[in-house]
């Protein structure tokens, strides 16, 4: 036992010296924190542009079917500015409590969204990730924005692996509308129809630029859900 309380705290000053030699940084201003948030709250609150600031089911331009409730993102996207930053860090750099922190930002903004009321019954839908991507970059950061969002809401996560990336598509980057919707066709297959049974489900992923994932998401639980919507750290 003396030996365990000994090791417990040699673990805890060796923390503490690795705090001491590389402190953690707001990845916007610089400042440093107490936490390993990697996102200061004023660089939180006002670092980024607001996306659907007038509250309307979409944001401006977006074009979604009409069975499709809301969507609703965070901030709009800043091709090769700090938000870009922060969203490659949350999906390569392994900084989960950067995708939980973002993730529960997006969660206050979902709760006075008026258009889609989150209650208990309410399922988030991390989008899949094939299985060889997830084994090559440890995690899903659908997941960990996911998280955020259901420690400020009563909405809870559908269990991993009731939907299911059954094709390891190309990147979507560089596709234009038409290409992004044929690359996606049958990558993704449910296989937990109880799981979205009669909910109200939300899709959630970390940039949502045409919609195109998302909607064929939407597509396979369709005719199980009560409603859908999608949300988003960033609109591009």
Not at 13 to 37: F, I, K, Q, T, W
Not at 110 to 117: E, Q, V
Not at 157 to 186: C, F, P
């Amino acid at each position: 036992m003396e030996c365990n309380v000994l090791i417990d705290r040699m673990l805890g000053l060796g923390n503490d010296l690795l705090a001491l030699l590389y402190p953690v940084s707001c990845l916007v201003c610089g400042d440093r924190l107490s936490d390993e948030s990697y996102l200061c709250s004023y660089c939180g609150d006002y670092a980024f542009e607001l996306s659907n600031k007038d509250r309307n089911e979409a944001s401006e331009g977006m074009v979604l079917p009409d069975w499709i409730t809301m969507q609703e993102a965070l901030w709009e996207f800043d091709k090769g500015g700090y938000l870009q930053d922060i969203l490659h860090h949350v999906k390569y750099s392994g900084l989960a409590n950067l995708g939980v922190t973002l993730g529960e930002k997006l969660g206050y903004k979902l709760l006075k969204n008026p258009f889609m009321r989150i209650t208990d019954e309410t399922v988030l839908l991390p989008v899949p990730l094939h299985p060889s991507r997830q084994r090559k970059r440890g995690y899903n950061q659908s997941a960990l924005i996911a998280r955020g969002i259901a420690e400020v809401t009563v909405a809870h996560i559908a269990d991993q692996g009731a939907m299911k990336r059954v094709i390891n598509t190309r990147t979507q980057t560089g596709l234009n509308a038409r290409s992004r919707k044929e690359n996606l066709s049958g990558a993704f297959l449910v296989t937990d129809a109880a799981a979205f049974l009669d909910r109200a489900v939300i899709i959630v992923d970390d940039v949502i630029t045409t919609g195109a994932t998302a909607i064929e998401i939407a597509g396979q639980i369709r005719g199980l859900v009560k409603e859908i919507g999608i949300a988003t750290i960033a609109r591009a």
